[in-house]
């Protein structure tokens, strides 16, 4: 019986306070939603295994505390990433009307790296409420994800693990 060969990459979440980052990551590694709100302050590490067909992908996993803009975030926090998630929170305007710029600047510390835009909190919204929503986004998000309800989550992890080999 041949083991599988293993590789690490890290992943870093990033986007406005209270968006639901550090919800996300405990769904994705807990299988479990905090439903007592603690702001990350810095940076919160931590791993989780994923069994690709033909590997075990060590995903370390980085969860930087919430930024209104993400120039604001040490660029340290950047350095040897694989994949970036950026999350954003569905029911609230104020945390993704900078998406475009945020994006921009994610893409020039790190050029060629891949990017999962997420909007967040789906669970919180009606097929209606989504769909005003949807009308001013200033970027449509690549899935929409509940940390709470766990929806998409692991889709979400799985989609960026593909595009980071």
């Keep these: 019986m041949s083991s599988k060969r293993s590789i690490s990459k890290k992943v870093i ?16 590694v807990y299988r ?8 990350t302050l810095g940076v919160r ?13 060590n995903m370390i996993i980085w969860d930087i ?9 040490p660029q340290s926090y950047y350095l040897g990433s694989d994949g970036v998630i950026y999350v954003f929170d569905l029911t609230r305007p104020s945390s993704f009307f900078n998406i475009e710029e945020d994006l921009k600047y994610i893409n020039d510390m790190l050029p060629g790296v891949p990017v999962i835009v997420t ?23 690549d899935i929409y994800s509940s940390a709470k309800t766990g929806k998409n989550v692991d889709i979400m992890f799985d989609k960026l693990a593909n595009k980071m080999l």
């Design 13 to 28: 979440l990033i986007g406005s306070f209270c968006v639901g980052k550090t919800s996300l990551i405990s769904s994705f």
């Design 32 to 39: 479990k939603f905090p439903f007592i709100y603690q702001t």
């Design 45 to 57: 590490i931590d791993k989780k295994v994923v069994e690709l067909d033909d590997l075990n992908l």
């Design 65 to 73: 505390g919430g930024e209104q803009n993400q120039s604001r975030i």
């Design 119 to 141: 909007g967040n909190k789906s669970d919180l919204l009606d097929e209606k409420g989504l769909a005003e929503t949807e009308n001013i986004l200033p970027v449509k998000p």
